[in-house]
């Protein structure tokens, strides 16, 4: 089998628990290099609980995960976490605390920049951006790392929608650059623009997972097709 037909996440019946609260049900999902993966469902569906076990920052209580290691992926909130430092330093740090070299990790922060549209704002103090800005700077600094897998949860709630369009753009190009994407979302609109496949989650349970045409147009499960009419 080739390398391309390898899945770069697998989850094979996987449990999650907190204490006695059951957070994810039997999962079990393969998602392959340059898919562009939309995670809908209900507030508490288990969208954020995904894609933080493929992050590792859930443990499975039962079964089996095999994701990227962790600098191999980038993970972009809802509300960016940005250091107390320059647009530039943001980015600079990130690279730096990978071992690249000064002049590399110079480099390549002007390129990320450049590709997020924040080049005119490099000197800036990061917390002063508005949000849609902030958000590009997480972007660019997932950007300057490269990553197998860019996971994001709900990276456009609340923005304008120019900044919400610009973020798309900019995942599509990551995506274009060879990154996987899985992207937890509460925007159908957003999800029919980006994805090639929807995983549609309910009480900690995948019930549909099938190429984004047909879960638009042919929802099969009452959960989904509730949620679609919603």
Same mark, same amino acid.
């Given at each position: 089998?080739?390398?391309?037909? %390898?899945?770069?996440?697998? +989850?094979?019946?996987? &449990? ?8 994810? $049900? ?23 609980? @995904? @894609? ?5 920052? @859930? ?16 993970? +972009?909130? %809802? ?9 530039? &330093? $943001? ?14 990790? $110079? ?21 002063? *951006?508005?949000? /849609?800005? %902030? ?13 197998? *897998?860019?996971?994001? &949860? ?15 753009? +900019? ?5 274009? /650059?060879?990154?996987? +994407? ?7 609109? %957003?999800?029919?623009? *980006? ?33 679609? &009419?919603?």
């Amino acid at each position: 089998m080739s390398d391309a037909a %390898q899945p770069i996440v697998a +989850i094979t019946n996987v &449990d999650v628990s907190m204490g006695s609260s059951a957070i994810l $049900n039997r999962v079990s999902i393969r998602i392959h290099p340059g898919e562009r993966v939309a995670v809908l469902g209900a507030n508490g569906a288990g969208k954020s609980s @995904l @894609l933080r076990l493929m992050n590792a920052l @859930l443990d499975p209580s039962s079964g089996n995960v095999v994701a990227p290691a962790a600098a191999e992926q980038a993970l +972009i909130f %809802q509300r960016p976490v940005l250091l107390k430092r320059s647009v530039r &330093d $943001n980015v600079v740090f990130a690279l730096l605390a990978r071992r690249t070299t000064a002049d590399v990790a $110079n480099r390549v922060t002007d390129e990320a920049l450049a590709a997020c549209e924040l080049a005119p704002l490099a000197h800036r103090y990061a917390r002063t *951006l508005s949000g /849609g800005e %902030q958000q590009k700077l997480a972007l660019a600094r997932a950007w300057a790392l490269t990553p197998k *897998l860019l996971l994001a &949860d709900e990276p456009t709630a609340n923005l304008a929608p120019a900044a919400v369009h610009a973020v798309e753009m +900019i995942l599509r190009r990551m995506c274009e /650059g060879g990154a996987t +994407i899985v992207l937890a979302t509460h925007n159908r609109g %957003q999800a029919k623009r *980006l994805a090639t496949r929807v995983i549609f989650m309910a009480d900690g349970e995948i019930v549909e997972d099938v190429d984004a045409k047909t879960f638009f147009t042919s929802p099969k499960s009452a959960a989904a097709i509730a949620y679609l &009419d919603a």
